[in-house]
């Protein structure tokens, strides 16, 4: 069996990726973000990132973080849960692991790998990337569970000021 040179499995994946890209888009966020009327601009200094990494949200080719997500329930009022995307996450993981890998053979660093580290060393990269992805909805739980005990905490209160207060 004969091995599909390095360039040629480059450019299988990146067409199957581009035309992935053009299927996939975070639609919440895009509508959200007309509905109100502001501008990519206005969004992305809301979150505190370049236009440009918030076009990359918005079409789902990077995921909205714990963080941002909190960010935009409030501008927009509606559950951060939501905008935690996860359709066509392995998509977006490949696509992101195939522009990195474009940018390491572009200098040369792939030259002298056998497809076999090849194909590992991508599974390493997307292996990491979802486990960031993994993190980031882990912190996005602990925010909520921070704030389930923290309205638990305030009931437990107001009930025993107000069994104080009778006897």
């Known amino acids: 069996m004969g091995s599909v040179p390095h360039s ?3 450019i299988l994946f990146s067409q199957l990726v581009g035309c992935i ?3 996939v888009m975070n639609r919440l966020l ?3 973000r007309k509905a109100k009327g502001f501008t990519l601009a206005q969004v992305a200094k809301v979150l505190q990132v370049e236009e440009s ?6 079409h789902s080719i990077t ?3 714990a963080k941002q997500a909190l960010i935009l329930a409030k501008v927009y009022d ?4 939501q905008f935690i995307y996860t359709e066509g996450v392995k998509e977006r993981l490949i696509k992101y692991a195939m522009d990195e890998i474009s940018t390491y ?3 040369g660093l792939l030259d002298s790998m056998s497809p076999n580290q090849y194909f590992h060393t991508v599974s390493l990269a997307n292996t990491a990337l979802t486990l960031q992805a993994e993190l980031s909805h882990a912190i996005f739980r602990q925010y909520e569970l921070e704030q389930d005990n923290k309205a638990l905490r305030q009931l437990y209160n107001d009930i025993k000021d ?4 009778k006897a």
């Open 30 to 32: 895009y509508v959200a």
């Open 21 to 23: 890209k053009c299927l």
């Open 63 to 65: 995921d909205v973080t």
């Open 78 to 81: 509606i559950d951060a849960e």
């Open 8 to 10: 040629g499995l480059f």
């Open 162 to 165: 107000k069994h104080e207060s």
């Open 53 to 58: 990494e918030y076009i990359e949200l918005e």
């Open 105 to 107: 053979q572009k200098n």
